[in-house]
Every structure is written in C-alpha cells, then in structure tokens.
C-alpha cells in the first residue's frame, strides 16, 4: 500500500482529523477536571448576590470567596420551604439544596400552568434565605426567575420583615441587551424598588413594572418605572416577581410567615 500524498486531500484531512484529536482531549479533560470549581465559584457568586440585595456586602468591596462565605455564613440562614403549604422542612439540608437543579429535574418538581413569566417547572421545595437582627427575622430573600427578551433572568428580591415591603432586587445571570434590557443589573434602577409594596389589601400581588413615570414609594407603592427602550424585558421582570411572590411561587410561604405570630414558627 502507497503512502498517501502530502498535496492529497486524504491526507489534509486526516492530518486536520490527528490535530483536532490531540487538541480536543486535554481540553475535554481541563473541562470535566474544572467543572466543579466553576459550579463552586457560580454558588459563591450567588451568595455574594444575596449578601449584596440584603444590604451585607457593596458592589464595592473585594473579598475574597473565604470572607464571603463567613460573612454569608454569619448573618444569613438558609431555610427550605414547602412551597404548597408554606412551611419549613428543616429536614432538607437547606446549605446544599439547589433549587435550580430541582426545577429541571421531573421527580422534584411539577409542570407550571401557563403563565406570563415563561416559567416552565416549578419546584416541589424552594430556597429562602432569612437575614435575622437580634433573633428576630428582618430580610426575606427570595429567588426568582423568569423570561425577559432573549434570556431567563436569574435574581433576588429581598422583603422587608412584613414580606410584602421590598427593601432590595437584584439579577445574577441574565442574556438581556448589554445597554438596554440589561439595565436590570443598574444599581440606580433596582434602587426604584426599595420601599415598593408587593400586596394589597387582599394579599394580591399587585406591584409591577409599568412603562410611565411613578412617583416615590411612599405615595406610589405598587409601581416600578420600567428601563427605557426595554418594554419586554421590563415586562419581564414584573411577570417574573409576581409569579414568584403569588400563589405559583413563594405565595403560600409569604402568606403563612405573615400570619404567623412573631417569634412562632411558619
């Protein structure tokens, strides 16, 4: 049998087949190697969002990812729910409950019914982090996620002790225009959110985000002004917030921590 050719298109091809094998092996191996100190890094930084929408860490400091688990560690307390009932199962560790990997997985989590928020499967057990002061709890924060224009958006919104004042909001991972919509990682937008309301009277959600100016929260409580040139995605985060603070969501939980006398268990 002739050797192949150097100038032969079998040869070129299997010269590209050789090097794109040897390239690709130690990349696969780097990968799988890397891929639980990403899915470590991605919780961390998820942690820093809390500790960042509870008021405990500025978009200014630099710590470092040991400072942010102690400080994590130190003022916030993780507690599954059961987000049918609304009541605590402390029988999950609620430190390595993920509730992202239980949206995706079919045997913890249920189809969601049509909703506005594009929100596909709904876990059976949800994540809140409680920020307590003096024992008594201060800041509820609760995950949410939901379809904006090209993306899921991935944030947090943090309530105030009566769970319905909104004392902070925030997004970690989203696919929204850089400029446009996302503008919902803005500071001086998620700042429009401190003081909003979530119910009414009727312990409806009624707070959204609405496309014309609004007035401050005292006066005007229910409504957020949406990012300019940003309908949808602005559309999207009201949608977002109200699945996941209405009876779909964290709606139960809420109503039962509300009505539940304080220094009581939910």
């Known amino acids: 049998m002739s050797a192949l050719r150097r100038d032969s298109l079998g040869y070129t091809v299997g010269f590209a087949a050789v090097v794109c094998l040897v390239c ?3 990349i696969a191996g780097a990968a799988v190697l890397l891929r639980p100190t990403q899915a470590e890094n991605q919780r961390v930084d ?4 809390v500790l960042g929408v509870a008021g405990l860490m500025s978009s200014t400091d630099k710590l470092s990812r040991g400072e942010i688990l102690e400080r994590f560690k130190a003022n916030v307390t993780p507690r599954v729910v059961d987000l ?3 009541a605590y199962v402390d029988s999950v560790d609620a430190n390595s409950y993920d509730q992202r990997a239980a949206s995706r997985d079919p045997s913890q989590s249920e189809q969601a019914a049509e909703n506005d928020a594009r929100v596909l499967r709904v876990p059976r057990l949800g994540l809140v982090y409680e920020v307590k002061d003096s024992g008594a709890v201060k800041l509820l924060i609760i995950p949410i996620q939901g379809y904006g224009l090209w993306s ?3 944030g947090y919104i943090a309530l105030e002790a009566n769970a319905s ?3 902070g909001i925030t997004f970690y991972e989203h696919g929204e225009t850089p400029g446009l919509g996302g503008e919902i990682e803005n500071p001086r937008w998620q700042a429009r959110w401190k003081g909003r309301v979530v119910f009414d009277d009727s312990a409806r959600v009624v707070l959204r985000v609405v496309k014309a100016a609004t007035g401050p929260a005292a006066t005007d409580p229910h409504r957020v ?8 995605t602005s ?16 709606g139960p939980y809420l109503d039962r921590f509300r009505n539940t006398p304080k ?3 939910p």
């Open 152 to 154: 899921t958006m991935y």
């Open 46 to 49: 998820r942690l820093s969002k």
């Open 225 to 232: 002004e949406g990012i300019s040139g940003s309908t949808i």
């Open 235 to 250: 559309r999207g985060v009201s949608n977002t917030v109200q699945f996941w603070l209405g009876p779909s969501g964290f």
């Open 165 to 167: 004042t909104v004392s």
């Open 84 to 86: 049918k009932t609304g």
């Open 24 to 26: 690709a092996i130690p």
């Open 263 to 265: 220094g009581s268990t």
